[in-house]
């Protein structure tokens, strides 16, 4: 370990330190360590009393995005979008993998323009649309990992990326009230 990562190393440590006294939490230390060469970080041993203390401080800070995401999840219910995947991960708002169908009609919601009639869903397409729509609409970025089946056969889905809580929040407002939140 070099003299960098050592100095950053130790001072993970010491503001880990430093947020767990902050929270009230004086008997959780965090000590910088070495295995096998890979800078760790060992957390004393703790009490059931600041296991529990640890654990509604860290529901606590994801309070705000759980609501967000069931203000999301009643929205898209109550218009008609079938988003099962909607979850929270890593205090991000996650709508997971959408069908073309939803991707479209999430779009259409957010703005887009409607397709022309008998013109087909293609996911390519739906993804460009629903992009700037979302973007139109929150001011975010939505970014869509991959299409499942670009030449959007049957079952075709698109992967969207977790969105921060701010723009999750946006994009209820926008849904709900309609146009740019």
Request: hydrophobic share 40%.
């Given at each position: 370990?070099?003299?960098?990562t050592?100095?950053?190393?130790?001072?993970?440590a010491f503001?880990?330190?430093?947020?767990?006294?902050?929270a009230?939490?004086?008997?959780?230390?965090?000590?910088?360590?070495?295995?096998?060469?890979?800078?760790?970080?060992?957390?004393?041993t703790?009490?059931?009393e600041?296991?529990?203390e640890?654990?509604?401080?860290?529901?606590?800070?994801?309070?705000?995005?759980?609501?967000?995401?069931?203000?999301?999840?009643?929205?898209?219910?109550?218009?008609?979008?079938?988003?099962?995947?909607?979850?929270?991960?890593?205090?991000?708002?996650?709508?997971?993998?959408?069908?073309?169908?939803?991707a479209?009609?999430?779009?259409?919601?957010?703005?887009?323009?409607?397709?022309?009639?008998?013109?087909?869903?293609?996911?390519?397409?739906?993804?460009?649309?629903?992009?700037?729509?979302?973007?139109?609409?929150?001011?975010?970025?939505?970014?869509?990992?991959h299409?499942?089946?670009?030449?959007?056969?049957?079952?075709?889905?698109?992967?969207?990326?977790a969105?921060?809580v701010n723009?999750?929040?946006?994009?209820?407002?926008?849904?709900?009230?309609?146009?740019?939140?």
């Amino acid at each position: 370990m070099n003299n960098r990562t050592a100095s950053a190393h130790q001072d993970a440590a010491f503001e880990l330190g430093q947020a767990f006294r902050a929270a009230g939490l004086p008997a959780l230390s965090a000590v910088p360590t070495t295995e096998r060469g890979t800078p760790k970080i060992a957390l004393s041993t703790i009490d059931p009393e600041t296991a529990a203390e640890v654990t509604r401080l860290i529901r606590k800070a994801l309070t705000r995005t759980h609501k967000v995401a069931d203000a999301l999840r009643s929205t898209a219910e109550t218009l008609g979008l079938d988003l099962p995947e909607l979850h929270v991960e890593n205090n991000k708002v996650s709508m997971g993998d959408l069908s073309l169908p939803t991707a479209d009609r999430l779009a259409r919601l957010l703005g887009a323009p409607d397709r022309d009639p008998g013109t087909a869903i293609e996911a390519q397409n739906v993804a460009d649309r629903l992009r700037t729509a979302f973007k139109n609409a929150t001011g975010g970025v939505l970014r869509i990992d991959h299409l499942d089946d670009p030449h959007s056969r049957p079952g075709s889905r698109l992967s969207l990326t977790a969105i921060d809580v701010n723009t999750a929040r946006r994009l209820v407002m926008a849904l709900q009230f309609g146009g740019p939140a």
